[in-house]
C-alpha cells in the first residue's frame, strides 16, 4: 500500500515499522526512495516540506514494499526515461545493501 503521508502522525506512524520505505518528492530534485530507518528521513525535514510548505515543493508517500514504492514511482514518472537504481537513496538502498 502507498498513501500520502500529511500528518506528522501518520509519519511518526510510518516510520516506526523499519520494513516500510518512504518516497520522497521533490521539485528540484529527482524522487528517491528510503527505508524508513534512512538516516536522510529527519523529522525537520518533513515538517519543513509537508507542514510548513504545504507540499508545495514535494511529498512524502509510505509503502509498505520497496516493489510497491518502485511502482508507484515509476507511474509519477516517464518509465522510458527511468533507471530504477537512481530511484533507490545511495545511503539506504545502495547496490551493496541487502534488501
Ligand atoms: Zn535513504
Same mark, same amino acid.
Not at 32 to 52: G, N
Not at 54 to 60: A, I, Q, R, S, V
Not at 63 to 76: G, M, P, W
Given at each position: 500500500? &502507498? %498513501? ?14 523499519? %520494513? ?6 521533490? %521539485?528540484?530534485?529527482p ?5 524508513? /530507518? ?11 516540506? &509537508? ?12 509503502c ?17 526515461? &527511468?533507471?530504477?537504481? /537512481?530511484?533507490?537513496c ?5 547496490? /551493496?545493501?541487502?534488501?
Amino acid at each position: 500500500m &502507498v %498513501s500520502k503521508i500529511e500528518t506528522e502522525e501518520a509519519f511518526e506512524a510510518c516510520l516506526e515499522n523499519k %520494513s516500510n520505505f518512504i518516497i520522497i518528492t521533490d %521539485s528540484s530534485n529527482p524522487m528517491k526512495i528510503h527505508k524508513a /530507518d534512512c538516516p536522510f528521513i529527519k523529522p525537520e525535514y518533513f515538517q519543513e516540506k &509537508v507542514m510548513d510548505n504545504e507540499c508545495k515543493n514535494g511529498e512524502y508517500y509510505c509503502c509498505t514494499s520497496l516493489n510497491e514504492a518502485i511502482e508507484y514511482a515509476l507511474n509519477k514518472l516517464n518509465k522510458e526515461d &527511468v533507471d530504477i537504481e /537512481d530511484l533507490k537513496c545511495k545511503e539506504c538502498l545502495g547496490n /551493496d545493501q541487502k534488501l
